[in-house]
């Protein structure tokens, strides 16, 4: 066979797989689960660090965000805390906690689910540091589902930023979980962020894939 004539059919074959992939399956993400974890503004890393301390990188996230080095212990008004919580980098202009429901619970605050930065009349918390207490008017949420996506991924799927799509889990738990916020900048990775109670209870682990549905 010559060479053209096989170039051809892989074409064929490749597109045939892609839009089986495309409408059969949907456009499959990956799965990222998000633990709890901290926004500071620098004002807030230094009053729970010191005066002029910065947080050290520990691990690259996506869009230049980082897990640090340093962790916190975030407190309920009940007096009820959870230890050992990463502070993830750079500072940010509002500090905020990011936790599940079920965190929610044992730390006895009632946490609204917003997107992050959605922080008006949201949930108050303590957080404490190895130099000092920082108390948060408000700043606690329970995350809302989202997909981070590039502008290509944006694209390939058919959604903008800012659109809410229904995404589905095919395991043995088939889950379809709807309300996900599309979120789109060059700067990000393709992949879904779902807490670990929305993990937990669709049995998906990090690096699972899922689909958007139409």
Known sequence: MENGNIELITRLVLEALERK???GKGFLVPVGV????????????????????ELTK????MGGQFAANEVVTIVGL????????RVLGPVRSS????ISATDAIKLGVKAPVRLSGDLKNSAPIVVVGPKGVLYLEEGCIIAKRHIHMAPRDAQAAGVSDGDIVSVKADN???TIFSQVHIRVDDSFTLEMHIDTDEANAA??????TVSIIR
Do not use: P, W
Request: charged residues 30%; glycine residues 6%; without cysteine.
């Open 172 to 174: 043995d738990r088939e």
């Open 34 to 53: 998000s633990a709890r974890h901290v926004h500071l503004t620098q004002e807030h890393v230094e009053i729970l660090f010191g005066k002029g301390y």
């Open 58 to 61: 520990k691990k690259e996230l």
């Open 95 to 98: 500090s905020q906690v990011e």
């Open 78 to 85: 009940k007096l009820r805390a959870i230890e050992n919580v």
């Open 21 to 23: 992939n495309n409408t």
């Open 203 to 208: 049995k998906i682990s990090t690096g699972q």
